[in-house]
């Protein structure tokens, strides 16, 4: 007896092949689940809340998230395939596939007397080969537009309808062409993703500056401005308590009403040097010219009066994290303090306007020069759909983020896995003793993405595999599943890619874990809670 077992009782241990039967059938318990959904024409799951509140997705990252996974071992993949997504925006669905897959391979071998060890070593040797093998599948890329948009078309048709899926993928690729700058990171949060539910999803579009998801705070205050300077500024134009807790005492109401006056006027004079900047920026042969104050801080009605009798458009308490965008969108600079207020400090937009739906109020800044920050306006009929497709949308972005950053795409529907596993199964007979099987598993297992997008489009996967094979080793090049025929077809002159990172993070995730598990022998649940006295 185990020293462990002799210090609790109570706990719970399953060992060797029964640790292991645990592993594989927690794997492949969310591999099954999630098989479905891989592929354009994978089926949606829904979710539904404790709340009553629906979901229909078919998002693995979105779905592992949502879901409540009780099983460790599948908490545990769960968790990796969510980090996919993190490092790489997509690939989750695939990783849950792979690894259950990897495992159902070696639990033939281990059932028959192979040892965990010898498999594991197998996976790594495949892994090595396998990611030489992606590197020659490699297609390098102009960042032109018309590739970009294959990319992001190949994303989001896995995660969307193909109408909802188009759309959005010219949108998703002018929004990261405008951020991107040569040989600098593209900084996705630069991208808004503002929703807006009415109309339908085919009325989304891409704004090329900013919406902001409050209006003016006064009446007489203009809603449509043209040619506009703006002002970016975290200035407070209303009464503050003083930071420090100090006490005044005064002998009559004179010097109360003079205390009063000059903290109005410490005010006034703030808002006096903005109302003079514009009238200076604003006259002559600027004269048809407006102006529009977005402040981080508050406004009190007094300031708001004085700015709304000389035309100008006041926003307060904007998010902090809009301050940056305007600036990047509009041009000038953040100002902190009204003592050095020039026209250089100014951002420019031909068109400020404010656009009410039901409750709530929306600015719009449109007609920047030249936006290094831009707003995604996502239009639908209901909550869940807007929620589909800002979940899409993110992976779209960063799906064409990838392939600028490496250079480089894969060839996709299934084509790398069908070379790769070609590739395997000619490198197993370079390998000498029991490992070769792990090779062999390892190939075996890479198989399960072109047979679940096939099974997915109604096709027989094993007819399919074999067809595509087939094509390969007469033709040597890489093909890929057309799901509308089921039959072979280049994924070059169909235009669908795959990222190099997310296939490269694939490989190496999914045989790490697999590996870890297949080489658990024991499984102890044993909590505190079980060591208490009287506990069950």
Known sequence: MSAITTLNPKAESARQAQALAINISAARGLAEMLKTNLGPKGTMKMLVSGAGDIKITKDGNTLLHEM???????????????????????????????????????????????????????????????????????????????????????????????????????????????????????????????????????????????????????????????????????????????????????????????????ERKFI??????????????????????????????GIDPFSLDVLAKDGILALRRAKRRNMERITLACGGEAMNSVESLTKDCLGYAEDVYEHVLGEEKFTFIEGCKNPKSVTVLLKGSTKYILNQLKDALRDGL????????????????????????????????????????????????????????????GHDQQETIVKLQHEYATSKIPVGIDIATGEAMEPKSSGIYDNYRVKKQLIHSSTSIASNLILVDEILRAGLSSLRPGAQ
């Open 398 to 457: 960063r799906s064409i983020t990838n392939a600028i950053e490496d250079g480089c795409v894969i060839p996709g529907g299934g084509a790398f896995e069908i070379v790769a596993h070609q590739a395997l199964t000619q490198y197993k007979e370079q390998v000498k003793g029991r490992a070769r099987l792990g090779v062999q598993a390892f190939a075996e297992a890479l198989l399960i993405i072109p047979k679940a997008i096939a099974q997915n489009a």
């Open 68 to 262: 409540q996974i009780q099983h460790p071992t599948a908490s545990l993949i769960s968790r990796a395939a969510t980090a996919q997504d993190d490092i790489t925006g997509d690939g989750t669905t695939s990783i849950v596939l792979l690894i259950g897959e990897l495992l159902k391979q070696a639990d033939i071998y281990i059932s028959e007397g192979l040892h965990p060890r010898i498999v594991a070593e197998g996976f790594e040797l495949a892994k090595k080969e396998a990611l030489l093998v992606l590197d020659k599948c490699k297609i390098p890329i102009a960042n032109d537009r018309e590739t970009l948009v294959q990319i992001a078309r190949t994303s989001l048709r896995t995660k969307l309808f193909i109408e909802n899926a188009d759309i959005l993928t010219d949108i998703a690729v002018d929004a990261v062409l405008a951020l991107h700058e040569q040989g600098k990171p593209t900084d996705l949060n630069m991208v808004e993703i503002m929703e807006m539910q009415h109309r339908t999803e085919a009325d989304s579009r891409l704004v090329r500056g900013i919406v902001l998801d409050h209006g003016g705070r006064h009446p007489s205050m203009p809603k449509a401005l043209k040619n506009a300077y703006i002002l970016t500024c975290n200035i407070s134009l209303e009464y503050e308590k003083t930071e420090v807790n100090a006490g005044f005492f005064y002998k009559n109401a004179e010097e109360r009403d003079r205390l009063v006056g000059s």
């Open 268 to 297: 006034d004079d703030r808002v006096q040097k903005i109302v003079e900047l514009k009238r200076k920026v604003c006259s002559g042969d600027d004269k048809d010219k407006t102006f529009v104050i977005i402040n981080q801080k």
